[in-house]
């Protein structure tokens, strides 16, 4: 279950927001309640939130050198300030470190889920952005940005392989079907792409493998065989060459992303 960390020096304040957000969305996040950014940073140190929602005065260390810290050691916990000063410099100050809102004392309670509604959106598209990295391959993008300016048969190639990607496919078959020699179509093939026939074949059936891992219920013979591979072994072998892991192990991580 997803974070939601509630800071504030003021024990009413804190568990006043705390009651307003259960009750917006009751069982869906957990919420932790600290006194202090002291307290703050130390709970970081060994726990992880989506959303930060903190007082900007606070005795010691203030909201503002809270957020500071925040910045360089989890960029990408997203934070509300809330305050009982309206003083400008405090609310530009905090915006200068991506902010999602500046809510005043009183709180407004619609105010406050409509912030906590914007900033857990963000970090959804954060989170898919993120997950979209690890299941893209670079190279291949490389490719895909330049398919329009390769020569005809160099794209017929790709298209081929493309339908035809769970089964075996040979360097002398895409010659064939381009009308060319086999050795001729090797050099213009790695030509415009910058990747050996075979090694693009190699990575296109990965990042295939890692859409049905994502994707999917399918077992690891199952998309072994969706990919081309006769043996899920050699699959994995090759899997865990290009990714550092296997299979199983990369399904786990995106799993625990996505949580």
């Known amino acids: 279950m997803k974070t939601i960390l509630i800071v504030d020096d003021e024990p009413r304040t804190r568990q006043g927001i705390k009651r307003t957000l259960e009750a917006w969305s009751p069982g869906h996040y957990h919420f932790e309640t600290l006194a202090s950014a002291q307290e703050a940073m130390d709970w970081l140190e060994s726990n992880e939130a989506v959303l930060l929602i903190t007082d900007i005065r606070m005795p010691e260390i203030t909201g503002l050198r809270l957020i500071e810290e925040i910045n360089g050691k989890h960029p990408s916990l997203f934070v509300i300030v ?27 309670k619609n105010k406050l889920t409509h912030a906590v509604e914007v900033a857990l959106e963000r970090n959804d598209q954060q989170q898919r952005i993120e997950r979209m990295e690890k299941i893209v391959d670079t190279r291949l993008m490389d490719t895909s940005d330049g398919n329009n300016q390769y020569s005809e048969p160099v794209r017929e190639a790709i298209n081929y392989i493309e339908a035809h990607l769970e089964e075996p496919i040979s360097l002398r078959e895409l010659a064939e079907v381009s009308h060319m020699n086999a050795n001729y179509f090797s050099v213009l093939f790695k030509e415009h792409t910058g990747l050996t026939f075979s090694d693009y074949l190699t990575r296109r059936r990965v990042q295939r493998a890692k859409e049905l891992i994502v994707g999917t219920k399918l077992s690891v013979n199952e998309i072994s065989e969706r990919v081309g591979y006769q043996t899920a072994k050699y699959f994995i072998k090759v899997f865990r060459k290009l990714e550092g892991m296997s299979p199983g192990q990369y399904r786990q991580q995106m799993n625990e992303s996505n949580n």
């Open 82 to 108: 809330i305050s009982g000063y309206s003083e400008f410099e405090y609310a530009r100050t905090a915006l200068q470190y991506g902010v999602i809102d500046y809510l005043l004392k009183p709180i407004d």
